[in-house]
């Protein structure tokens, strides 16, 4: 869509030049001698900016702006903190102990913004482009649907075909128990499911007309549960990454405050 | 897996009379008072007879002094005549909405928005007790099978408000009936015996249509009181003197095609998966000559075009919108190759219309038109396949195809506020229902789930629909029109939980929902029996800023949009 | 191919709720309980209705009804007015969210434990809490012997007055900081970081503030001299001279009354001309010498070796390879300009250094004539004096005439001799003292003969090291072959400097190459 190009030609735009003036800024004033608890207090406000719009997601009824442009300001921002970051470091790797924890901190924090930026931008595309849609939290009890329907099909009482039976406690309940392939899922690989079918297609050849048609149901069985793991894994990945970003960028926060506590407490002004 | 289909009759005129209880003594009653008395039943038709369409299409029901009949800014599908007693109808200005069991406007005040911080944990469909006890200025009373409700104080509103006592033979509610407009002013019972013989609109239809005396009536009134202002609002009669809209307005048809009442029987369809054009009724057919100018006052109509065997939708209109008009200023213009109608008309659900007859369009309307308000004329493309009408431009380059087939099938051009979220861009982060439940009392008010086309998703979610079918039947007035901007919302203070509503919303945009106290118990009656109330969603009509759900998406994958017209939904999927 | 998902079923009574912490333990099998949990994630569920007791008219027990939503259940209430149909309790699921909320509190309680740990305990905490290594002049077994000898210690605290103490201390300093948390103005302030406390522990060891120049405002240590940057410490770099230096108003403030101290910023492009150049300077020296005509003129001699003469004949490298020794008479002069007064008599030189001397060495010329007579073992002594006397009685006339021809002649002809590998009329062998000396005649005793000054450094202020230019000619930089007069000043202007040292040049031209910052005496201690 035209809309989001243009939002990420001009966020682009935005963050190239807010860099370019950062730089020039940093050779005008990096000889201040107190130029590192500027660029500190810079960037630990800029940090905090991006933490607040966690705290704009649990405050939706306060009319504080889209959520939209708030993401699109923690995106371009989040990246221009990275810069700020070198700054603040005057391009140079820490060294002791703490900074080097409170450096890592920050890496893991930003990087997993962008790992999440590429996931939100580029799974829920594979997600409509396999069709169907399952609200995460209903997940279990579709497939406990599904599996109640196989199971029906297979070991039910109008069940007779032994094959069949035989063949789903040996393939199919282990299939329909739980999610299955989260990460071949991850990675778009349908061999799992393809195999399973293709030893489906197989039993064909061992049973009758009636058989068959169920065996044809418990093959699109198969599919939707396959489509249904395909969501989880895919809803999961989604949401797992904030299991990284949001813990470590608390973390973080505990850290910075320390480490402005030390480097105003070790300042040579103490008196 | 195929699921088998369910075969299902289509429902007959007739199958449910509107008052199964309706008795041949009472039918004597009426047949013997005016108007019906003066009524020529031989020229009904054997399979409708007078008799029998009074038997089916209308009831006879019993008011006590300050009942209120119909509440203005209600929808309703019939038509009411005093038989006996007095009402009153209130005039301008009309009456609060509080009185009438509405919210009240207004947006929450600042320690209501941040009384939001601290709701958080409260227990889901939480109901104060003080607040479902507070009067509203009115109560209800229950009679056999229907709920009454009364205006108190009504001295006061005597007082207060200018009134007009109507009496015995009287008709009412005729125009909002037939034409599926809003109810203009609210009428309650003024005396306690009040008698009124309610016809549902089908009824009224057939009256008028075998019934000189009536039909001349309505028409007067039709065009009394909303004929001349309508037309002087629509474009195409910009250019005309005051008497000759006169004269248009004179000579004017209207008509009125589909169920009024089809929501609930197309929800049976929809599920039985038999929804095909080709069952709608015809307004206009494909290569007939053009009667007239189609002019859409109420209700959503499909135009299409033959395809091979099938028909294929090209666009939809909804009110105010034309059709026709290209053909009849072709052949005005090029008298001697004349073209017939290019597209078929069909109403989907119900529509309400206008027609300009050809002729009153060739003598008054198109000379006055300026040549650039003219439509191009209509250039006939022969092919070794025979004559191949010009396709409609437009609707299908705005969207696309398979999005207005995806549009039409679930009948979404009706929503003014439909939630439509792009799978392409949705995380699945369910923050539009968060933020839906934070604006709402930790409740969310709709569903992140619905039908689907592609990569756009139509949420269950209030539509707040041009033609609101929910709206039709609330005994307590509870669901309305916010008077500000139009949403329809539910007041749950006056909701009494009949599913009336619930029934009627084709869209699954409401839900009925327990309620519970502060404890988290649910709420019960005398009988044991949870209480329950309609919700919906109400497009935050409360919070400053707009819809929630679309303020919260932080993806931009979700917005709440007109599909009235397609330019919105244009603009959105490719701006 | 169907790859729809089952269409999941809505229950029509209720919503999805994802903004609730908790799920029913029923509902993974799709059959969650109407009741729900409730936020804190305990089952409430209880039984399928509650019924309700039904007293009719008379009656005096009454009847329990079931209520139950949707049909009546089969077997009714129990008789003592229970549901007969519980609902299995179960035990609710916390959503994704709730665990997500649950890792973000162990990650800060996570943190909270570790700094507490390592803050609290004193030997990990100077370790962990360091920002970088310290340079080895401060570490190590030398400076912990020198530490002990100055009653420091080699903790944090040697320095830093949080160093000593816990986590509440730190606190405390910090709230004591100076700038202050908020002061901004002060962080936008330009001014060189003012002596601190550590600067104190600084002066345990080294000469307190010890500057180039009086005028120039305390500065502290640390604000050229980073520590914790590892093994070296940082070396002051021209940010820390052009802090100063590069700023107008502070030049301007130190300036003295009238003169205008030049604002600088890099070598190349605002470092003022070299002042014995704006200045005109001349050397003041009074020895006559022409560097023009002994590198190029055609009737000086090659050197007894045979080579040409150089510069590098006069000027040689001192022992440090820095500067040039000075040019003396004995070492660089004599080979060619030999004092031999009597053409005849080479071994009799006029002593150099004195006039004085030379008066009396010519008044006592029978007796120099003499010893040099009994040096020879010459057999008739007298007999030599009176012969060599005679000869320059002859050649000189009077002794006065010789002493006069000696101190003041300037003539350069004279009897042929051989000087070096050059012979013939071209030269005298000496032509007296004002060759090359200012000689001033006096009435009494012998003339005055101003004595030589030849500077040392001519840009005091200024480092400079030969050895390192050695792979440049002399003349590149010192236009000696035009300079005709002593006067003259043979050092390049800053331009000539600057073709290599500048950013275009490519060799370094930081602040530090030519200048320090500290008057030259300072040393530990």
Known sequence: ?271 | MPAAPTILERPQRWDAAFDPDMTDAALDRLLATAPFRDMDAEKFPKRTPLREILRNDSRIRRFRQGEIIVRQGDYGTSAFLILRGATRVVLKPHLPPALLGRQSPGKKGFFRTLAQLWNGSRPAETFSRTRLRQAAGLGARQTKNEVHVFLQDLPRVMDEHRTEQMTGGDFFGEIAALSRMARTSTIFADSDDAELLEIRWQGLRDLMKYDDALRTHVNKIYRERALSSYLNATPMFQHLTKEQVDRVAEQIEFATYGDYDWSGEYKRLAQSGSVQPEKEPVIAQEGDYPNGVVLLRAGFARISQKLGGGERTLNYIGAGQLFGLREISHNWRNKDSPVNLQFSLRAIGYTHLLIVPTRVMEEIVLPSLPKNELPEAIEIVKDELGSQPVAEKGAREKVGAEILEFLTENRLFNATASMVIDLDRCTRCDDCVRACASTHDNNPRFLRHGPTSGSLMVANACLHCADPVCMIGCPTGAIHRESFAGQVVINPDTCIGCKACFNNCPYDAIRMVEIRDETGEFMVDQEMKPIAKATKCDLCVESHGGPACERACPHGALTRINLNNLDALSKWLKP | MSEQLPAPDFDAQNYARPNQNWVCGHACEGQPCRHGPDSKGRCRATAECKPVLETKPGETKGRWRCTRPGEPCESGPMPDGSCCRPISKCSPVPTLRVWRRRATLAVIAASFAVLLVLLGNPSWRNNFISPGEISSAHSGEAFAALAATNRLNQNCGACHVAGNSGPNGMVKAALSAEPGFFEFNKFLDAHAAAPTAIDGSCEQCHVAHNFHQPNAAAVSCAFCHAEHQGKLMAAATDADCVFCHGDTVKMAAASTAGSVVPVIHHFAEDHPQFRFITEKWRDPDTLKFNHALHLMGATIPNLPGGAKLDCAFCHQLDAAGAFMKPVAFENNCRVCHSLQFDPETPQLQLPHGSAEFVTAFLRSLPKQYADLAAKKNQPDANTYVQQKLVALRTQFGSGDDLERRIFFSTETFGPDTQVGTLSGSTRALFPGCELCHEVKSSEAGSPAITKPIMPERWLAQAKFNHAKHANISCGQCHDAVHSKDTADILLPAKETCATCHSPRGGVVDTCATCHTYHNAAVAAR
């Not at chain 1, 849609?133 to 329907?149: C, M, N, S, V, Y």
């Not at chain 1, 093959?219 to 949401?239: C, E, F, I, S």
């Open chain 1, 1 to 271: 869509m035209k809309r989001f190009r243009r939002q990420f030609f001009l966020g682009m735009l935005a963050l190239i030049a807010a860099t370019m003036a950062a730089l020039w800024l940093h050779k005008r004033f990096c000889a201040l001698p107190d130029y590192a608890f500027l660029t500190g207090w810079i960037l630990f406000a800029v940090m905090l900016v991006l933490t607040f719009f966690n705290a704009r997601k649990k405050l939706p009824f306060l009319a504080l702006g889209k959520a939209e442009t708030w993401l699109q300001i923690h995106i371009y921002l989040g990246f221009f903190t990275v810069v700020l970051f070198l700054i603040h470091l005057n391009f140079r790797a820490p060294h002791g102990w703490f900074e080097i924890t409170l450096a890592w901190l920050f890496a893991l924090v930003s990087a997993s913004g962008v790992v999440g930026l590429f996931f939100s931008r580029t799974l829920p595309r594979r997600l409509a482009t396999r069709g169907g849609e399952a609200i995460f939290e209903k997940i279990p009890a579709l497939r406990h649907a599904l599996k109640t329907g196989a199971e029906n099909l297979a070991l039910g009482k109008e069940a007779k075909s032994p094959v069949i039976a035989e063949f789903y406690t040996r393939q199919l309940a282990p299939f329909f128990e739980g999610p299955k392939n989260f990460w071949l899922h991850t990675f778009e690989s349908r061999r799992p499911v393809s195999a399973l079918l293709a030893e489906l297609d197989d039993l064909r050849r061992f049973t009758n007309e009636a058989e068959r048609a169920t065996l044809d149901k418990l093959a699109a069985l198969v599919r939707q549960k396959d489509g249904l793991d395909y969501h989880r894994a895919l809803q999961l990945t989604l949401k797992l990454w904030l299991f990284v970003h949001i813990p470590l960028t608390y973390g973080l926060l505990v850290f910075t405050v320390l480490h402005i506590v030390l480097v105003f407490g070790f300042s040579g002004g103490v008196q």
